[in-house]
């Protein structure tokens, strides 16, 4: 596929992500420009994609047909500020936060054609799972190219703008409540006797058919959760489900708009 331009403000996880994702599907564009404040981050990134154009000027990177806005919350109205005047009025304006509504976006800038998007970091591997919120404004003949190009990093859906930050806390930070403890058990495999491979295979393998028992069997969560007598760290259960309560939710509560 050849494209367009892309522009991308602010140039870490997310962002790499993303060009991963495009480089698995060999999509290419008239142009990639990728600032970041950080040279260090921004060599990685020309390191690993070497077609891509960096800056440390957001201006350059706000004159493409597809801008990405991916920073942090807290600093977005103010770019947004800065590349007002660049920012084309046909151009393609994708959010990739939480918290800053679409709303607060178009108050800053010419074009009405923004999204917001919940990035998956499996976008990675083209498996994301991306929820996105079209402005009313987002022009029909230009919708389906957008939702064309975001499709290239997985499963895209539209959704009420209300439910972006719920997607958020239950799948783009999803990963991050168990990496580690794949990690801890797999690593607990060498002292039992097992290789890595063995440990990682008994894992991955598990894991595949225990969500699919979980979601497929037609059985209620209590009767999946039956199957197995022995819970080694059931006598945990409360007070880890209330970490999840009270993080979480108050997470979500920090994060919406």
């Not at 509504?101 to 591997?125: H, Q, V």
């Not at 990963?175 to 495999?189: C, H, R, V």
């Not at 290789?195 to 969500?211: C, G, K, R, Y």
């Amino acid at each position: 596929m050849k494209t367009k331009s892309l522009g991308f403000i602010g140039g870490g996880r997310i962002t790499k992500i993303f060009l991963q994702a495009l480089a698995n599907k060999n999509a290419s564009f008239e142009s990639i420009v990728v600032c970041d404040s950080n040279i260090e981050v921004l060599n990685a990134l020309q390191k690993r994609f070497p077609k891509i154009n960096i800056t440390d000027s957001p201006l350059l990177a706000a004159q493409q047909k597809i801008v990405f806005i991916a920073l942090h919350p807290p600093v977005i109205m103010e770019m947004l500020g800065i590349i007002a005047r660049e920012v084309p009025e046909n151009a393609w304006v994708i959010s990739l936060a939480p918290k800053i509504s679409i709303e607060k976006i178009a108050s800053k800038l010419r074009t009405t054609n923004i999204a917001r998007m919940i990035p998956n970091a499996t976008s990675f591997i083209n498996e994301g799972y991306n929820p996105v919120t079209i402005a009313p404004g987002f022009k029909a003949s230009e919708k389906t190219g957008m939702l064309n190009l975001i499709s290239l990093l997985g499963t895209t859906f539209e959704v009420d703008e209300k439910k972006l930050e719920a997607y958020a806390i239950l799948s783009a930070m999803l990963p991050t409540y168990f990496w580690f403890q794949w990690k801890e058990l797999i690593s607990m495999g060498d002292p039992m006797g097992l290789t890595q491979e063995e440990s990682n295979v008994a894992v991955q393998q598990t894991l595949q058919a225990a969500m699919n028992l979980y979601f497929e069997s037609g059985l209620s969560p209590e009767q999946v959760m039956d199957l197995i007598p022995v819970k080694p760290i059931g006598e945990h259960q409360a007070q880890i489900t209330e970490i999840y309560q009270t993080k979480l939710l108050g997470l979500f509560e920090k994060i919406k708009p």
